[in-house]
């Protein structure tokens, strides 16, 4: 039995340099799904909550709104986070939560035209 020394650690070299190479190729997979989720969840979610934050702090008064919590009203008064509606019906007075607002449904002059 001959052992060459040298060609034994060529071969454990060899497999050492493809087991590195699986762990780049591994490494760049996770990347790229990490970068797939971003663009194509998080993105998006995250301009959808910039959109209504946006509308939330553009209430004024005398807004028809909907919560989300399907309450129709008008605005009377905006306070820090706390807006007061009065519904329609019997304009009974409802303090609610400015998260709390699902959509306005009046339409001001300086809003922008929607996107096509």
């Known amino acids: 039995m001959h052992f060459n020394l040298l ?7 060899a497999a050492s340099a493809g087991g590195s190479g699986g762990w780049i190729m591994m490494i760049v997979y996770i990347v790229i799904i990490g970068a ?6 998080i993105r998006p979610q995250r301009k959808r909550q910039k ?4 509308m939330r702090n553009n209430v004024q008064v005398g ?5 989300i919590g399907g309450l129709f009203g ?4 905006i306070k820090d986070e706390t807006l007061i509606i ?11 939560a400015k998260w709390a607002i699902q959509t306005n449904m009046t339409v ?3 809003d922008p035209a929607p996107k096509k």
């Open 51 to 54: 959109k209504e934050d946006q």
């Open 86 to 96: 009065e519904s329609p019906g019997d304009h009974s007075k409802q303090k609610i």
């Open 7 to 13: 060609e034994g650690e060529t071969a454990s070299t």
């Open 108 to 110: 001001h002059d300086d």
């Open 63 to 67: 807004d028809e709104i909907v919560t």
């Open 74 to 77: 008008r605005v009377v008064s």
């Open 36 to 41: 797939a989720l971003y663009f194509l969840m």
